[in-house]
């Protein structure tokens, strides 16, 4: 089983980025992460962060017919983009959506996501395990 991990804009800067928040974690230890839990699981593991959403978009295309599950931070696209969405849409993989934080109890404008149509499953405010539930989760589902 192959799994992508798609994070989007300013993730690269966890560690860095509002402390209160997404916490002390970097993205270099997230990756270390989610690379052993992946080893212990027998999955492979691709990477990949944008800060541009055309980008993304490309990502998910490539994934079409080499990828199982995506795992997928769309961070602030998760706002705003119907390109994301559609683009989970057309390739068809299962997708779990994923946020650090709780976005359920932050702003007005985080309580939209475009891309949870497309998704299996939203996981949010369990930190950087969110990831690692993403995976179990997609384990099981793409059996
Ligand atoms: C986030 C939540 C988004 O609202 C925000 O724009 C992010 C990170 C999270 O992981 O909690 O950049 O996706």
């Given amino acids: 089983m192959k799994i992508c991990v798609i994070n989007g804009p300013n993730i690269n800067f966890l560690g860095i980025r509002e402390p209160d928040i997404y916490g002390r974690e970097t993205y270099k230890s997230l990756l270390e ?6 080893d212990k699981n027998g999955i492979d593991v691709e990477f990949f962060q944008s800060n ?9 295309q490539d994934c079409y ?11 602030a696209y998760t ?20 946020h650090i ?20 499953k939203t996981i949010v405010g369990h930190g950087t395990d969110g990831y690692l539930e993403a995976i179990d989760f997609l384990k099981e589902y793409v059996k």
């Fill in 52 to 60: 541009h959403e055309g980008a993304m978009v490309d990502k998910i």
């Fill in 65 to 75: 017919g080499k990828i199982d599950g995506i795992v997928m931070n769309p961070a």
């Fill in 101 to 120: 934080s709780d976005v359920s109890k932050r702003e007005d404008f985080r309580q939209v996501s475009f891309v949870r149509a497309a998704c299996v």
């Fill in 33 to 38: 992460k989610i690379k052993n839990h992946c």
């Fill in 79 to 98: 706002h705003t983009s119907v390109a994301l969405l559609d683009a989970v849409k057309a390739v068809g993989i299962p997708t779990v959506e994923i």
